[in-house]
C-alpha cells in the first residue's frame, strides 16, 4: 500500500481520498435515507402538477406542446429543488441537446431545455451563497473587469439597440435582439460560481472528469454510427442533392443524430455534426474534448481511468478525421502537443508507452485500411487553407469591422448567429472582431480583459498547489482556458459547448486550492468532534 501511494506520489496523479470512519458512513447513510423519502414525495408532487399542465396544454394545442410543458415543468421544479443534481444534468444533457431537440421535433422549448436545468440551478446556487453568507463571485479580482464589461454593454443596449427599436418597423426586434445577445455574451458567466460550489471535495472532481470522458466516448461513438450509416447508404445524406445544395450542411440530410448534415463524397464534401446541431459544432466539441480527455488520461489516480481517457483521446483524433472538420483536423494534434509542453506531461510518457503504442498500431491500422479517407481529409484541409489562409482571414475580418465600426457598436445581437430570427444580423466568423462590431471597441476590449484576468486567476489558482497531482490537472484544463481566451477564429465562445465548458472549467480551476486546503485540515483535525466537521464539510460546497 505504501509503495502504490508513493508510486502515485511520483507520477503525480490525483490520489483517492481515505476512507469514512464507521461514525461518519452512518451519518451519511441517515442522511441519505432523509433525503431519499424528501425526493420521493417532492418528485410525486411535481409529476402530478406537471402533468395536470401537461394536459390542459396538451388539450389546447396539441399533445407534443402539452408533452413538451409538463417535461419542462418537471425539469425546472426539480432543478429548484435539487440544483446540484440539476448542475449535474445540465453537463451531461449538453452534448445531446441537439439530438434531442430534432429528433422531437425542433420545438423552441426543447431548445431552451438545457437552460431548465441551468437557471433554476444558478438560483438555487446564489440561494446558498446567501444563507450561508458566501461570496457569489468567488474570485475578487473579477468583479472590476465584469462590471465594466456588463457596464458597456448596458450602455449599447440603451443607447443603440433601444433607438433601434423605436426605429424599427414590424419585422425586427431590436431590444428582444440586444436582450438574447446579452445572454449569449455573458449568460454562462455564472457557471464559474456554479462550478465552485458544486465540487465540494476531490471524490467530485474525479467523478466530473470521469463523467466527461464517458460523455466523449459516447458522442464520439455516436457520430461514428452517423459516419458508417452515411457510408453505407442507410442515410442519403447530401449526395443526391442538386447544384449549391451538393456543397451545404442541411437539416433534410439529417442522420441518425444532431442536426444538418453534408455529405457529398462524389464531391469529397463531408462535414459530420455529431451529436450537435451543426457540423461546426462538433468540431469544437472535440477541440474541447481533446483537452479534457488529456486531464483524466494523465492525472486519474486509477489505472483504468487513465485508460479510458486515453482511448477517449484517441476517439477525439479519430472523429477529427472521419468527420471532416479542418479546424478539429489542425487543431486537435496542436494542442494535444500543446498540452504535452505546458503542462510538463513530456517526462511522464513513459508510463503511458504501452497503452500508447496498442492505440497508436490502432490508428495506424485504421489509416492504411482508409488511406483515401485520410488523404481526402488533407486534401480538403490544403484547399481550405490555400483559397482562404485563417490568418489572412482574420486580418481581412478586423480590417473590415474597424472601417465601419462605431463607439458603441451596432448593437448587442447584430452579429449573433441565434438572433437571426429577431432582426438583420450579420455574418462575422471571427469573435473579436464580431465583438467590435456588436459592442464597439471599448466593449470588445472590456472582454478582453475579463478573461485575462480570469487567465491570471486561474493560473494563480493551479501554480499555488502543493498536491502534484491537483496541480498537473489544474495545469491542463487551465491551457484550455488560456487557448479559448484568446482564440479569435470563428465564435465558440457564442455557443455550445465552448460557451459552457470554458466558464465552467475555469471555476473548476479556482475550487482546487479549497479542495487541497480543505483537505490539508481535514488530515489536521481528525481529533476533533465529529460536528465540528459536519459543519466544516457543510460549507466545502452546496447541498
Known amino acids: 500500500m505504501l509503495k502504490t501511494k508513493q508510486k ?27 433525503l431519499r423519502k424528501e425526493l420521493v414525495t417532492f418528485t410525486t408532487f411535481a409529476v402530478f402538477f406537471s402533468a395536470i399542465i401537461g394536459f390542459l396544454l396538451g388539450l389546447a394545442s396539441g399533445p407534443k406542446l402539452g408533452l413538451g410543458a409538463a417535461m419542462g415543468v418537471l425539469c425546472t421544479s426539480l432543478s429548484f429543488k435539487y440544483p446540484r443534481q440539476a448542475l449535474w444534468a445540465f453537463l ?13 421535433g425542433n420545438s423552441p422549448l426543447l431548445q431552451l431545455a438545457k437552460d431548465g436545468f441551468y437557471i433554476p440551478a444558478l438560483i438555487g446556487v446564489i440561494q446558498y451563497c446567501r444563507r450561508e453568507k458566501l461570496p457569489i463571485i468567488v474570485s475578487k479580482q473579477l468583479v472590476a473587469p465584469l462590471a465594466l464589461l456588463l457596464a458597456l454593454c448596458m450602455l449599447t443596449m440603451l ?33 464559474i460560481v456554479c462550478a465552485y460550489y458544486l465540487l465540494r471535495d476531490r471524490n467530485d472532481l474525479l467523478f466530473l472528469m470521469r463523467l466527461t470522458v464517458i460523455l466523449i466516448l459516447v458522442c464520439c461513438g455516436l457520430c461514428f454510427m452517423q459516419y458508417l450509416l ?7 445524406g447530401t449526395r443526391f442533392a442538386e447544384g449549391a445544395a451538393q456543397f451545404k450542411a442541411a437539416l433534410d440530410a439529417r442522420c441518425f443524430v444532431g442536426g444538418s448534415v453534408l455529405y457529398s463524397p462524389q464531391h469529397g464534401q463531408i462535414r459530420l455534426p455529431g451529436t450537435f446541431v451543426a457540423p461546426w459544432q462538433w468540431g469544437w466539441f472535440l477541440i474541447s474534448a ?10 486519474d489516480p486509477k489505472a483504468h481511468w487513465r485508460t479510458l481517457g486515453l482511448t477517449s483521446l484517441a476517439a477525439v483524433f479519430i472523429m477529427a478525421v472521419l468527420s471532416g472538420q479542418r479546424v478539429a483536423l489542425a487543431l486537435v494534434p496542436f494542442t494535444f502537443v500543446l498540452l504535452l509542453l505546458l503542462t510538463g506531461q513530456v517526462a511522464n510518457l513513459k508510463r503511458f508507452i504501452p497503452t500508447a503504442f496498442g492505440l497508436l498500431l490502432l490508428l495506424g491500422v485504421a489509416a492504411l485500411q482508409n488511406p483515401d479517407v485520410l488523404q481526402q481529409r488533407l486534401d480538403s484541409f490544403e484547399s481550405r487553407w490555400n483559397a482562404s489562409p485563417p490568418h489572412q482571414f ?35 466568423e471571427t469573435y473579436y472582431p464580431k465583438l467590435i462590431y456588436e459592442v464597439g471597441p471599448f466593449g470588445a476590449l472590456a472582454f478582453l480583459l475579463v478573461v485575462t484576468v ?44 465552448v460557451a459552457v465548458y470554458y466558464w465552467f472549467f475555469a471555476g473548476v480551476i479556482l475550487r482546487l486550492p479549497d479542495i487541497e486546503r480543505a483537505e490539508r485540515l481535514e488530515a489536521s483535525r481528525k481529533d476533533q468532534p465529529v460536528s465540528t466537521k459536519r459543519r466544516r464539510l457543510k460549507r466545502s460546497g452546496f447541498a
Open 159 to 191: 443607447l443603440v439597440n433601444m433607438s433601434q427599436q423605436f426605429a424599427a418597423d414590424g419585422d425586427e426586434q431590436p431590444l428582444f435582439m440586444g436582450i438574447l445577445g446579452l445572454k449569449v455574451l455573458i449568460g454562462y458567466v455564472p457557471l
Open 290 to 299: 481533446g483537452f479534457l480527455a488529456f486531464a483524466t488520461a494523465f492525472n
Open 230 to 236: 452515411l457510408k453505407t447508404g442507410r442515410c442519403e
Open 92 to 104: 451531461i444533457y449538453m452534448p445531446f441537446s441537439g439530438t434531442i431537440t430534432y429528433t422531437l
Open 8 to 34: 502515485q506520489k511520483q507520477q503525480g496523479t490525483v490520489s483517492d481520498p481515505q476512507p469514512l470512519s464507521l461514525k461518519e458512513r452512518l451519518a451519511q447513510r441517515r442522511k441519505a435515507e432523509r
Open 394 to 428: 482574420i486580418v481581412d475580418q478586423f480590417q473590415w469591422v474597424t472601417r465601419s465600426s462605431e463607439l458603441l457598436g451596432r448593437g448587442l445581437g447584430r452579429a449573433t448567429n441565434s438572433a437571426r430570427t429577431l432582426g438583420e444580423t450579420a455574418l462575422i
Open 454 to 497: 480570469l487567465v491570471y486567476v486561474t493560473f494563480k489558482a493551479y501554480r499555488g498547489l502543493r498536491d502534484r497531482g491537483l496541480r498537473n490537472l489544474g495545469a491542463s484544463l487551465w491551457v484550455f482556458v488560456l487557448f479559448i481566451s484568446y482564440n479569435t477564429y470563428y465564435y465558440p465562445l457564442d455557443v455550445d459547448p
